[in-house]
């Protein structure tokens, strides 16, 4: 079984920054994707940035300049540099992975259970 597990939400003023960390645990075979989405209120889930392991990471036009995904394989973790938050970047933000675990051999997609961001002063 795989689980994705996020950490490093919470409350920050504008302009100030947080790390999001997920990592993958279980059985896990290789990992395709890793990548953070995020859920504001009243607002559909939407890509925030996209890290695929033999590619150039995405991001979203919000966000550009601004974030930054990157990850440690050795570690199956993710990270989400975000600095310069603004209101707007309010939201609960879940960890997504495309993972082929070692009992299935099957790829499939996984998603942590959401940390929640509040950018307010």
């Known amino acids: 079984q795989v689980q994705l597990a996020e950490s490093g939400g919470g409350l920050v003023q504008p302009g100030g920054s947080l790390r999001l960390s997920c990592a993958a645990s279980g059985s896990i075979g290789s990992i395709y994707m890793m990548d953070w989405y995020r859920q504001a209120p009243g607002k559909q889930r939407e890509l925030v940035a996209n890290?695929?392991?033999?590619?150039?990471?995405y991001y979203a036009d919000s966000v550009k300049g601004r974030f930054t995904i990157s990850r440690d394989n050795a570690k199956n973790t993710v990270y989400l540099q975000m600095n310069s938050l603004k209101p707007e970047d309010t939201a609960v933000y879940y960890c997504h992975a495309i993972i082929t675990p070692i009992a299935t051999r099957l790829k499939s997609s996984y998603w942590g259970q959401g940390t929640q961001v509040t950018v307010s002063s």
């Open positions: 890290l695929v392991s033999s590619g150039s990471p």
